[in-house]
């Protein structure tokens, strides 16, 4: 049976990841950085698209698995009549070249083994040149040259390669091992990469070590602490240590919708969750982390304010070209498999509201901030102050017409009012006047367009009934309290967007076809919309309901703590890209949110008829 998206777990070395089944398959990982081409592509077609299988030769899903505790550190076991065997799979922190280490364990009995790689560069698509070496067997194509080395104590080890793959057959018994060394060097280099040398259990030890160490900074001490380490463990994992971005997922063209084509690269780093990030670091306590992903932004958006760019490489670059391929069919015959991500040329008012968000909380934090910083502020609202009306694609990023998407109009008041705070804490107050003339405006004219009085809630865009689970956003970001009645109507109102005990993020109404997007197929519930419910309702008062939404999407994470972008409450299963940077910081802001004691609740008398004023 073809794995689905949750039966696989993460492993990383904070500049790239790989995908690992129950079933002891790799089948993603790119190779050297996230970005990069997949060298391993089983996950978005067969086996003949690359993948590398360690498990019991009468394989099977596991019997178990599970991370070492505060580590990213995966132990998988199976369990059979000839005996038990554990398979250890990890990424060290990276300090040359990148390499993934499966060591092999005998527990009991006698288990036979086979170690199958299969290599096909460029997506997928090249299969190499492979020859023996002394430290290895060596795969090349193009600029790319992947290392196996093979280190232990079982009594047979038999190796043969070929161009197709590269087999290493053996036999496991209790107390005896094996570890198998992959590794990544360019091309034209001739001597094998060091890690082919460092023995598999000091490359485990200073792995595990590591994770423990840096879990032990985690401030988090309430219910749920075994979610949010994870979360956050997770979060480290998609980070590239060197720039301090951190990509959305590690993944590409995992579907939204099974067999439709609602298939995106999230390989990059979206200013969209800035703020959120840098929140959910400094409440955890990474405080070295917050300063990393702010340096990295503030790298990334320098230059002309009119080419702010709503998504960047891990680098901070900005040519992201999308292209399809054909040659891969795709997760569940999911198609296109896209790489790249034309969202870079869309128009997104609301990246302005995040990154002065992102700034003002920096600056509130104490995070030393960029000489120049007070320059990009006025430059970034001299901007917006001239555009903050035009209609843009949105939060979601709809590839359909550009609209007066009220999230997007909230965020620009966001952006007037953080400027303002900057300027009194840095004293600085040369624009007050216009910015604050601004903010006014924009408040105003959110609450007359976007608010729909018979439903009793602001709606997704100027003039549409539909409702959109970023209102939900608000009262978090200050544009009016949680006690207000609009917000509480607002609140309410989400039920409309209920499946099954989760939030979608927008109406599902359209038919075959999506109204807003314009794309065919219906998507599942977002995990973070329904995280972001489970903070309204608390911050409204219903703290039970609250905890009863947060703990429906605690169960539905898989069986490692991984949750993808979507859940699929029909169906049963995690959809998108995973695992998903956006779910895991939702999940740890909501389990911060739902430890604070409640407020005393005070209430207003609903708006006039005619609207709120």
């Known amino acids: 049976?073809?794995?689905?998206?949750?039966?696989?777990?993460?492993?990383?070395?904070?500049?790239?990841?790989?995908?690992?089944?129950?079933?002891?398959?790799?089948?993603?990982?790119?190779?050297?950085?996230?970005?990069?081409?997949?060298?391993?592509?089983?996950?978005?077609?067969?086996?003949?698209?690359?993948?590398?299988?360690?498990?019991?030769?009468a394989r099977g899903p596991c019997t178990r698995r599970a991370y070492r505790p505060d580590t990213l550190v995966l132990e998988t076991v199976w369990e059979g009549a000839g005996g038990t065997v554990r398979v250890t799979d990890f990424m060290p922190p990276r300090t040359e070249a990148p390499c993934l280490v499966r060591l092999v364990e005998g527990l009991s009995g006698t288990v036979h083994m086979r170690s199958d790689l299969r290599l096909r560069f460029h997506q997928g698509r090249v299969v190499p040149w492979v020859r023996t070496a002394d430290a290895g067997t060596v795969a090349v194509a193009g600029p790319d040259a992947v290392w196996l080395g093979v280190e232990g104590t079982v009594d047979t080890a038999d190796r043969t390669g070929s161009t197709d793959s590269t087999v290493v057959d053996f036999t496991v018994q209790a107390g005896r091992r094996l570890a198998l060394t992959l590794a990544w060097s360019p091309s034209h280099l001739t001597e094998p990469p060091a890690a082919l040398f460092v023995p598999a259990e000091t490359a485990g030890k200073e792995t595990r070590d590591f994770w423990r160490r840096w879990t032990a900074q985690c401030r988090y001490e309430g219910p749920w602490r075994e979610a949010v380490v994870r979360s956050l463990i997770t979060l480290k994992a998609l980070t590239y240590a060197p720039t301090g971005g951190i990509v959305a997922a590690p993944t590409t063209s995992l579907p939204g919708c099974i067999g439709g084509e609602r298939n995106w690269d999230h390989r990059f780093c979206w200013l969209r969750d800035s703020t959120l990030t840098l929140s959910c670091l400094l409440h955890s306590g990474y405080r070295e982390e917050a300063t990393a992903w702010l340096d990295w932004l503030v790298r990334a958006i320098a230059g002309d304010p009119t080419d702010l760019q709503t998504v960047y490489g891990v680098g901070g670059q900005r040519l992201l070209r999308e292209v399809e391929a054909p040659w891969l069919p795709g997760f569940e015959s999911s198609q296109p498999v896209r790489f790249g991500n034309s969202a870079v040329n869309q128009f997104q008012l609301d990246v302005y509201g995040e990154v002065l968000d992102t700034l003002c909380l920096s600056l509130r934090a104490g995070i030393p901030m960029p000489a120049r910083v007070w320059g990009l502020v006025e430059t970034l609202m001299g901007h917006l102050r001239l555009s903050w009306r035009r209609p843009d694609q949105g939060l979601w990023q709809v590839r359909g017409p550009r609209r007066q998407f009220v999230h997007s109009k909230v965020m620009a008041w966001v952006a007037a009012d953080r400027a303002l705070r900057m300027g009194r804490l840095l004293g600085r107050n040369e624009f007050s006047g216009e910015w604050h003339a601004m903010r006014e405006e924009v408040h105003r004219e959110v609450c007359a367009q976007g608010w729909d009085a018979r439903q009793g809630s602001f709606v997704q865009s100027y003039g549409s009934p539909a409702l959109d689970a970023s209102a939900l956003l608000i009262p978090r970001l200050g544009f009016l309290p949680a006690r207000d009645a609009r917000v509480?109507?607002?609140?309410?109102?989400?039920?409309?967007?209920?499946?099954?005990?989760?939030?979608?993020?927008?109406?599902?109404?359209?038919?075959?076809?999506?109204?807003?997007?314009?794309?065919?197929?219906?998507?599942?519930?977002?995990?973070?919309?329904?995280?972001?419910?489970?903070?309204?309702?608390?911050?409204?008062?219903?703290?039970?309901?609250?905890?009863?939404?947060?703990?429906r999407v605690l169960a539905v994470r898989n069986d490692v703590g991984l949750l993808a972008e979507q859940w699929d409450p029909v169906?049963?299963?995690?959809?998108?890209?995973?695992?998903?940077?956006?779910?895991?910081?939702?999940?740890?802001?909501?389990?911060?949110?739902?430890?604070?004691?409640?407020?005393?609740a005070v209430h207003r008398a609903p708006p006039r008829a005619g609207g709120p004023r």
């Open 1 to 57: 049976m073809k794995p689905r998206i949750e039966d696989y777990a993460l492993v990383s070395d904070l500049e790239t990841a790989a995908m690992v089944g129950r079933d002891g398959s790799i089948d993603w990982l790119c190779l050297p950085r996230f970005d990069s081409p997949a060298c391993l592509a089983a996950l978005l077609g067969t086996g003949d698209n690359g993948f590398w299988r360690v498990a019991p030769v």
């Open 488 to 551: 509480r109507g607002t609140v309410r109102a989400m039920r409309q967007l209920d499946c099954e005990g989760f939030l979608r993020r927008y109406d599902p109404a359209g038919g075959d076809v999506h109204d807003v997007d314009g794309l065919p197929g219906r998507e599942g519930t977002f995990v973070a919309c329904s995280l972001w419910y489970a903070d309204a309702l608390a911050a409204t008062g219903d703290r039970a309901r609250a905890r009863e939404v947060f703990e």
């Open 571 to 600: 169906a049963g299963r995690q959809l998108g890209n995973f695992p998903q940077a956006f779910s895991h910081i939702a999940l740890v802001e909501t389990a911060f949110a739902l430890a604070r004691p409640p407020r005393p």
